[in-house]
C-alpha cells in the first residue's frame, strides 16, 4: 500500500465523517422524534471511547507526517525548542500535536479492534481512518521517511496533515454531546499551528508524486502448474523476477540473459503493437551483447539455480507458443503486453544491478590468455595458458558499456496518479462548507 492509497483511504473516510450529521442518533441515541432510542448511554459511551482511540491513531499519522516532510526536523544542528515568537510553523504544528497526543488519556486501538466491522455504520467509518493511518506508518519507513522527499512533496505532505487535523477538530466539536467524550486540550492552539502549516506549505505547487512513494509487499512467486500460453511465459517471466533476488553464479547469469534474448525476439514477432515491436527486438540485440560478452567470464561467487530453473522454463514454454497462438491471439490493447513490459523492465534492472556489482567487487572475471604454453597439459598439442583476471581495469572488454549504455532502463520519470487531487479536492470540499455553515467565534479559539 503505496502513499496514495493509504492516504486516499484517510482522506475518503474524513470526508465521509464530516457529511453525517446527528451524531447522536447515527450512534443509535435520540436526534429524530419519530426513531426510537436504539442504544443505552453506557453503549453509546463506549462508542465515543472507540472513536477517541481511532483518533488517536489518526493523530499519531498526522504527528509522523509532520516529521516526514519537514526535511529540518531530525536536524540535530538545529534548535526547534527555540522560544515561541521564533519557531517555524512547522515547528509549532509539530509540537502542538505532540501535546495533545501526550496529553490524551486513550490508547491506540488493538488489532483486533482495528480488523474487526463495526455494527454502526460511524464507527466503521472512524475504523477505515484509522486502518488506513496504521497502514500508513509502513510509508514513513519505506521512501516516505524524513529527508528521502523533495522539498514541494514534503510541502505536499504537509499539507495533507494539515487538512487532517482540520478536519479532526471540526468533528471534535460535532461530537462534544457524546456520553463520555473528551475533547482535544486548547483545540485553538492546534488549529493556529495548522493553519500556519496550511499556509506555508501552500506557497508552493503540490507536487502529487509523493503519492508513488512509500510501502509496497514484496513481489512472491505464482505457484501452481503452468498456465496456458502466454500466461504460462508471463507466470515464469514473474517467477524469474523473484528468482533475481538471489544472486547467480556466472553459468546460471548466462542462462538467464540467453533466456531474455529469446524472449524478447518471441514476443516481438507476435506483438500487435509496433512502438513494442520495436522496443523488444532492439531488448534481444542487447541480450545478445551481453551474453556473447559473458562468454569469457566466470566466477565462484553465486548460485542462482532456481533462476536457471525459470529460465529454462521459459524456453520450453516458448516452444509450446506457436500451436497456442492458432486458438488464440491477445489483442493489442491487451494487458498482458504491458505486464511483459514492466516485467522486462525490472528483469533488465536487476540484472544490470548484478553485472555492476559483479565488477565492482571483482566476483566476475574475465578469461584472459597468458603469452605462454600450458606445459603441465597431457594433450599433444599444448594449449595457450589461461588465467581469470578482474574485469575492471582490463583492455578490450565492452561488458561494462554495454551493461550501462543499453541494458540498463532509462530512469523513468515519475508521474502522479491521475487521481492524485480528488480525494484531496473532496476533502477540502468538505471542511469548507462546514466551516462556512459553522464558524467557531473567537471564544471557542483558547
Known amino acids: 500500500m503505496t502513499y496514495a492509497e493509504s492516504g486516499a483511504a484517510i482522506r475518503d473516510g474524513l470526508?465521509?465523517?464530516?457529511?453525517?450529521?446527528?451524531?447522536?442518533?447515527?450512534?443509535?441515541?435520540?436526534?429524530?422524534?419519530?426513531?426510537p432510542v436504539e442504544t443505552t448511554d453506557a453503549e453509546r459511551r463506549d462508542a465515543g471511547a472507540q472513536i477517541r482511540r481511532f483518533r488517536q491513531t489518526v493523530l499519531t499519522w498526522c504527528h509522523q507526517a509532520a516529521i516526514a516532510g519537514d526535511p529540518e526536523a531530525d536536524d540535530p544542528f538545529l534548535d526547534h525548542d527555540r522560544g515561541s515568537r521564533t519557531r517555524r510553523p512547522y515547528d509549532r504544528f509539530r509540537i502542538e500535536l505532540r501535546r495533545v497526543i501526550s496529553a490524551s488519556t486513550s490508547d491506540l486501538p488493538t488489532l483486533e479492534e482495528l480488523s474487526t466491522p463495526q455494527d454502526l455504520p460511524l464507527v466503521e467509518s472512524w475504523r477505515q481512518v484509522a486502518k488506513g493511518a496504521t497502514l500508513g506508518e509502513h510509508d514513513f519507513f519505506a521512501g516516505l521517511e524524513s529527508g528521502a522527499l523533495s522539498i514541494q512533496q514534503g510541502q505536499t505532505l504537509l499539507k495533507d496533515a494539515a487538512a487532517v487535523v482540520q478536519a479532526v477538530l471540526m468533528l471534535d466539536r460535532r461530537y462534544m454531546s457524546t456520553p463520555g467524550w473528551q475533547h482535544i486540550p486548547s483545540p485553538g492552539r492546534l488549529a493556529w499551528?495548522?493553519?500556519?502549516?496550511?499556509?506555508?506549505?501552500?506557497?508552493?505547487?503540490?507536487?502529487?508524486?509523493?503519492?508513488?512513494?512509500?510501502?509496497?509487499?514484496?513481489?512472491?512467486?505464482v505457484r501452481g502448474p503452468a498456465k496456458p500460453g502466454l500466461l504460462g511465459v508471463l507466470q515464469a517471466e514473474h517467477n524469474l523476477l523473484v528468482r533475481l533476488k538471489a544472486l547467480p553464479s556466472p553459468i546460471n547469469l548466462k542462462k538467464v540473459v540467453q533466456s531474455q534474448r529469446l524472449i524478447s525476439a518471441a514476443l516481438a514477432d507476435i506483438t500487435p503493437s509496433p512502438a513494442l515491436a520495436t522496443r523488444w527486438t532492439r531488448r534481444a540485440t542487447t541480450h545478445e551483447l551481453v551474453f556473447n560478452e559473458?562468454?569469457?567470464?566466470?566466477?565462484?561467487?553465486?548460485?542462482?539455480?532456481?533462476?536457471?530453473?525459470?529460465?529454462?522454463?521459459?524456453?520450453?514454454?516458448?516452444?509450446?507458443?506457436?500451436e497456442y497462438l492458432r486458438s488464440e491471439m491477445p489483442e493489442r490493447d491487451s494487458p498482458i503486453w504491458t505486464a511483459f513490459d514492466s516485467r522486462f523492465e525490472k528483469i533488465d534492472a536487476r540484472l544490470a544491478d548484478i553485472i555492476e556489482a559483479g565488477i565492482a567487487d571483482k566476483t566476475l572475471l574475465r578469461r584472459a590468455h597468458v603469452p605462454r604454453l600450458e606445459e603441465t597439459s597431457p594433450e599433444l598439442v599444448k594449449p595457450v595458458r589461461v588465467r581469470f583476471a578482474p574485469i575492471a581495469g582490463q583492455r578490450g572488454t565492452d561488458l561494462a558499456t554495454v551493461v550501462r549504455e543499453?541494458?540498463?532502463?532509462?530512469?523513468?520519470?515519475?508521474?502522479?496518479?491521475?487521481?492524485?487531487?480528488?480525494?484531496?479536492?473532496?476533502?477540502?470540499?468538505?471542511?469548507?462548507?462546514?466551516?462556512?455553515?459553522?464558524?467557531?467565534?473567537?471564544?471557542?479559539?483558547?
Open 15 to 35: 470526508t465521509n465523517l464530516l457529511r453525517q450529521q446527528r451524531v447522536q442518533f447515527r450512534l443509535g441515541g435520540s436526534g429524530v422524534p419519530a426513531l
Open 193 to 221: 499551528a495548522t493553519m500556519a502549516t496550511a499556509l506555508e506549505a501552500s506557497l508552493d505547487p503540490p507536487d502529487y508524486t509523493v503519492d508513488i512513494r512509500g510501502w509496497r509487499p514484496a513481489a512472491s512467486l
Open 294 to 322: 559473458l562468454r569469457n567470464v566466470a566466477g565462484r561467487v553465486g548460485d542462482g539455480i532456481h533462476a536457471a530453473q525459470e529460465a529454462a522454463n521459459i524456453r520450453l514454454r516458448l516452444d509450446a507458443l506457436p
Open 406 to 446: 543499453r541494458l540498463r532502463p532509462a530512469p523513468a520519470t515519475p508521474a502522479a496518479p491521475p487521481e492524485a487531487a480528488t480525494s484531496r479536492a473532496e476533502l477540502f470540499s468538505a471542511i469548507t462548507s462546514r466551516a462556512a455553515a459553522s464558524a467557531p467565534n473567537s471564544a471557542s479559539i483558547r
